[in-house]
Each structure stands twice: as C-alpha cells, then as structure tokens.
T-cell receptor, first 110, second 113 residues
Framework: TQLLEQSPQFLSIQEGENLTVYCNSSSVFSSLQWYRQEPGEGPVLLVTVVTGGEVKKLKRLTFQFGDARKDSSLHITAAQPGDTGLYLCAGAQGAQKLVFGQGTRLTINP | SAVISQKPSRDICQRGTSLTIQCQVDSQVTMMFWYRQQPGQSLTLIATANQGSEATYESGFVIDKFPISRPNLTFSTLTVSNMSPEDSSIYLC??????????FGEGSWLTVV
C-alpha cells in the first residue's frame, strides 16, 4: 500500500501550458517536501510546507499544503522545457523519515 | 542548503562482491539517512544512520545485507554486501538540516553484472 499517492505519474504537455501535480494520503504529515530530480542527479529540494493551508510560490511554481496536512499540490504556470524532470513529493513522519510518492515524470515539449 | 558528497558516484561491480559508499556532509547534522532508488522508481528508505550506535533499518532491509556506519556527525557509509543484479540501483545519502528539511547527495549509481 502506497502511503502517498502521487498523480499523474506521467505528464507530457506543450510549452506554455499550465499543469497541476497532486499528492494525497490518508495520513497526516508534520511537513511535506517537494523535490525535482533530473537524470543522473539526486533529488533537489524545491520547497517545504509545514502549516495546514500553507501556500508557497517559487517563481512559476505554486505549492499548497492541505488544511488537514494530508495532501499537497504543485501547480506550474506557463511550463517551459527546463521544467522537465521527475517531481517527487515526500511526507515527513516521526523522526523526519520521509515517505515518498511514486513521482511524476513531467515532459515539456517545445 | 547543504553540500552532501557521495563516493563513488558510479560503479560497475561483479556479483557476489561488496561495495562501500561514502557520504560526507559539509557540516554537522543530527540525522542521516540512506535511500535506494531502483530504475524508474521512487525513493525507498533503507535505514537511519545513528551516530555511535547501530543503524535503524526499515522493513525489508537488514544489517547483514546493508551494513551502515556513522562514526561522527558529518560522515556515514553504506555497504551493499554480496551483490546481485537486483541490487542495481541509485543509492542516496541524505541529511536533516535546520528547518526540518532533508537534503540529498547526488547519488551513487551502482550496476551489478
């Protein structure tokens, strides 16, 4: 049973379009982190959200943590080819162990 | 952010042998973790590396297969023992830093032939 359900698992869209990636769970997390991983590299932290209902913006990326701290979303506006990569959500439980979603493999076509 | 260095970055190993991966963090951290990422998959936690004591392993991972050391607050090693092709993966070291944020190294890409 996957603790964190991430969707969609694959997404291919045209440059300039908007997209949203979802991360859902029945469990409550103390915090939730979003990472992006490019081929041949380790995951790079994008953002950490801690408070229920929190919204954080990073240029064209908007991250939201659900009110109950069980779900999160990542919205990208006007996607660019440089946004291509594997996006991973990860929920923190207990002693900061991270539980990862399956990942969303995003491809932005020029 | 944190600088986390892993060695080797990439290796090809013969089945039946063992390989030790080193992880060095640029400053003292309270917690270090080891993850595995199999081809095309997400990350799975192997264990929490405890400073000065035995690592805490997750279900499905055992010390005999993945012995871990953490002699101080900036360094840890993971050994993959008696390797088989199924152990071909990316092995990632991570560290907990201020703000309860976990950062990752660039990974060690292991291929067992």
């Amino acid at each position: 049973t996957q603790l964190l359900e991430q969707s969609p698992q694959f997404l291919s869209i045209q440059e300039g379009e908007n997209l949203t990636v979802y991360c859902n769970s029945s469990s409550v997390f103390s915090s939730l982190q979003w990472y992006r991983q490019e081929p041949g590299e380790g995951p790079v932290l994008l953002v950490t959200v801690v408070t229920g209902g929190e919204v954080k913006k990073l240029k064209r990326l908007t991250f939201q943590f659900g009110d109950a701290r069980k779900d999160s979303s990542l919205h990208i506006t006007a996607a660019q080819p440089g946004d291509t990569g594997l996006y991973l959500c990860a929920g923190a439980q207990g002693a900061q162990k991270l539980v990862f979603g399956q990942g969303t493999r995003l491809t932005i076509n020029p | 952010s944190a600088v986390i260095s892993q060695k080797p970055s990439r290796d090809i190993c013969q089945r039946g042998t063992s390989l030790t991966i080193q992880c060095q963090v640029d400053s003292q951290v309270t917690m270090m973790f080891w993850y595995r990422q199999q081809p095309g998959q997400s990350l799975t936690l192997i264990a929490t590396a405890n400073q000065g004591s035995e690592a805490t392993y997750e279900s499905g991972f055992v010390i005999d297969k993945f012995p871990i050391s953490r002699p101080n607050l900036t360094f840890s090693t993971l050994t993959v023992s008696n390797m088989s092709p199924e152990d071909s993966s990316i092995y990632l070291c991570s560290a907990l830093r201020a703000g309860n944020t976990i950062y990752f190294g660039e990974g060690s890409w292991l291929t067992v032939v």
